[in-house]
């Protein structure tokens, strides 16, 4: 199979014969917060547990390894946003209730304005562009509101977010539909922890509540159900048909005691990184499950493509619509990072996904961990002290990225206050800011090793 053909290439010869050109297709990009890719039905999930994201999945592509740039809201979707890794655009944690300066004072590191965004070129391109967002760490203090027309932040976590996200949203009805084309962004964070019972969406004989609520899957599979159903009846009451441009994807996932732990801490296994990616370009686009490893990041790539605009220098993602099903996972490299700032020392965590091999690297102690995710999908074997060729390849992969990004690093920042409600709300969210080392179970690959082959 060749790369995909864009619908829009054709529509643009049609015009230069003489053909009226249609309007440029409305976009909507939906990120819904701490989403699991294997909880989805496209992924192996159960069908009642999105039957509209199925659908639109069923319309377009599905992209099976999907990786995101990190396992943290701001520094992921900063990465959808600009096409570069965290270490590249600087935004490598977002708000804590804890802060380096004290109670309520917080410093961050926003996106560059050096750096075009997603809403920048959709502005570019002649769109009228909407967000809303109901995640603290997704606001304008943090770069995330440039290039937006309408841009609302919903203050508070509320067990209604994504009846009350489209609230939000249909107040600019009129405004919206008056304004083709326009380019919309909903960031859902329903699947967050803490986890609300939807008791119309809970399946019959659903276990009782644990007694640990961090581990109630059914209740993180009901907040899932209620996104999808809010995020149709948002389809429907917009009227945003066939021919609307739609890539759906999530910022991170979410562990439920894969690896001891819950929620999404300090690591970057695959529950964590592993992300859906579903786009559907129009009507008459292009269907079917590709198993290349593309990023979320790739999505502002994809919409330079989709509107016929030049690439761009900025962008470490690819076109989706390049990817072709003969190139399986192929060998490209998809890093991801994890990045903690704010205590007494800088920690970080890295990873690379090359093929069918992963590594995992902590900076901090040169500890590593390689897994076979073709042979062992769920991370139970670290193979470092087996295969130190693969390690060696990695690795140096990892240090050349390293090394890139330091170059390449832009960094701006701003202050923002916090009230006590919004500390409150941080804790709740697990944004705590006491993180905890992760816990190594083998022994690394011996210092003296590490760096071998330099950055080759």
């Known amino acids: 199979m060749r790369p995909f053909a864009l619908p829009l290439v054709g529509l643009l010869w049609l015009a230069a014969c003489g053909e009226p050109a249609p309007p440029p297709p409305n976009v909507v990009v939906v990120v819904i917060d701490t989403l699991r890719a294997d909880d989805l039905p496209p992924y192996g999930g159960d069908p009642a547990n999105a039957p509209f994201l199925a659908q639109l999945a069923a319309e377009g592509l599905v992209f099976e390894n999907a990786w995101a740039a990190s396992s943290w809201t701001a520094p992921a979707t900063a990465s959808i946003f600009t096409s570069r890794y965290p270490n590249e655009h600087g935004v490598v944690q977002g708000l804590l209730a804890k802060q380096p300066k004290g109670e309520g004072k917080a410093e961050l590191r926003r996106i560059p304005s050096e750096l075009e965004t997603l809403p920048e070129f959709m502005k570019s391109q002649g769109y009228s562009t909407f967000a809303v967002t109901d995640n603290i760490n997704i606001d304008e203090p943090l770069g995330f ?93 917009l009227q945003l048909g066939p021919e609307t441009v739609v890539l759906v994807t999530a910022d991170h996932g979410q562990e439920f005691l894969d690896h001891g732990r819950t929620g999404h801490k300090w690591t970057l296994f695959s529950e964590l990184i592993h992300v859906p990616l579903i786009v559907r370009i129009g009507a008459e686009g292009p269907r079917g499950r590709l198993e290349a490893n593309v990023g979320n990041m790739d999505l502002l ?10 690439p761009s ?54 500890q590593r961990k390689l897994f076979d995710l073709e042979a062992d999908p769920g991370e139970t074997k670290n193979l470092v002290g087996e295969r130190p060729e693969v390690v060696r390849s990695l690795q140096t992969k990892l240090n050349g990225q390293r090394d890139r990004a330091a170059l390449e690093l832009m960094t701006e920042s701003s202050d ?36 071998k082959g330099g950055n080759e």
């Not at 790539?301 to 030049?310: E, F, G, K, N």
């Not at 690819?318 to 060998?331: F, I, P, Q, W």
């Open 145 to 237: 509101a440039d290039g937006f027309d309408r841009f609302r932040y919903l203050e508070g976590f509320a067990e209604s977010g994504a009846r009350r996200l489209n609230e939000q949203l249909l107040e600019w009805k009129d405004e919206i539909r008056g304004s083709e084309p326009f380019f919309l962004y909903l960031h859902y964070m329903d699947p967050h922890e803490p986890y609300e019972r939807h008791d119309e969406w809970m399946p019959e004989g659903a276990p009782p509540v644990p007694e640990d609520r961090m581990t109630d899957r059914a209740a993180y599979r009901s907040e899932i159900r209620n996104v999808d159903e809010n995020l149709r009846a948002i389809f429907d009451e």
């Open 301 to 310: 790539p994809t919409l330079r493509h989709v509107l016929d605009a030049p």
């Open 313 to 366: 220098e900025q962008d470490r993602g690819l076109s989706l619509l390049s990817v072709t099903a003969e190139e399986g996972r192929g060998l490209r490299e998809m890093f991801a990072m994890r990045t903690d700032a704010y205590g007494p020392r800088v920690r970080e965590l890295r990873s690379v996904v090359v093929g069918h091999y992963k590594l995992i690297v902590n900076e901090d102690n040169g």
């Open 416 to 451: 923002r206050r916090l009230n006590a409600a919004e500390i409150e709300q941080l804790k709740t969210l697990g944004y705590t800011g006491d993180d905890e080392e992760e816990d190594e179970e083998s022994a690394p690959v011996e210092l003296e090793d590490r760096d």
